[in-house]
């Protein structure tokens, strides 16, 4: 079963725009994770944020986390046709797997 | 600096065949990681070993599944009497620890017919 939920689950933007994607997930955690999956690829970790962080940066990623509410945002700005890709949100459940989301599919256009 | 890969990448069965899909982790990962993911669904955890030792079989799906990381580096799963549900990609992760991030390999596809 799986733990998080992505929203929106498909996201088109123009380049240039920033992109921004939700994730819900219901039991605590120590930590949550943002991963990318290009087309037919493997997952490419981004970022991490611990569950006493409430906001992290990386590059053009801003990812925020409320442990009240049980939800993280994951924000592109900027946007390129290489940030084309499915976004996913990890929990560590308990402490060493990592329980996904279905995913939000993001497409870039030119 | 060579990452998490995985062989085959593409691996086509007849039902009933078994399959044995590899991992080499990136040296010095004392933890590795099975995920099965279906078509348009994120990864499901299937197994987890910390060196040799396979601290977690929760997520293998029947006894038809089998993992193994003999001398705490490469690792392969292992599928027998393939169904056409084992359809879907099964991605190996390597990390230094727990609580970290995971580093992924690019996954094996693997299509039962």
């Known amino acids: 079963s799986q733990q998080g939920e992505e929203d929106p689950q498909a996201l088109s933007i123009q380049e240039g725009e920033n992109a921004t994607m939700n994730c819900s997930y219901k039991?605590?955690?120590?930590?949550l994770q943002w991963y990318r999956q290009n087309s037919g690829r493997g997952l490419v970790h981004l970022i991490l944020?611990?569950?006493?962080?409430r906001e992290k940066h990386s590059g053009r990623l801003r990812v925020t986390l409320d442990t009240s509410k049980k939800s993280s945002s994951l924000l592109i700005t900027a946007s390129r046709a290489a940030d084309t890709a499915s976004y996913f949100c990890?929990?560590?459940?308990?402490?060493?797997?990592?329980?996904f989301g279905a995913g939000t599919t993001v497409t870039v256009r030119a | 600096g060579a990452g998490v890969s995985q062989s085959p990448r593409y691996k086509v069965a007849k039902r009933g065949q078994d399959v044995a899909l590899r991992c080499d982790p990136i040296?010095?990962?004392?933890?590795l990681f099975w995920y099965q993911q279906a078509l348009g669904q994120g990864p499901e955890f299937l197994t987890y070993?910390?060196?040799?030792?396979?601290?977690?079989k929760s997520g293998l799906p029947s006894d038809r599944f089998f993992a193994e990381r003999p001398e705490g580096s490469v690792s392969t799963l292992k599928i027998q009497r393939t169904q056409q549900e084992d359809s879907a990609v099964y991605l190996c992760?390597?990390?230094?620890?727990?609580?970290?991030?995971?580093?992924f390999g690019p996954g094996t596809r693997l299509t039962v017919t």
């Open positions: 070993f910390q060196n040799e030792a396979q601290l977690d």
């Open positions: 944020i611990r569950s006493n962080e």
């Open positions: 992760a390597s990390s230094p620890g727990s609580r970290v991030e995971q580093y």
């Open positions: 990890a929990t560590d459940d308990p402490d060493y797997k990592l329980s």
């Open positions: 040296s010095g990962h004392v933890s």
């Open positions: 039991t605590s955690i120590n930590n």
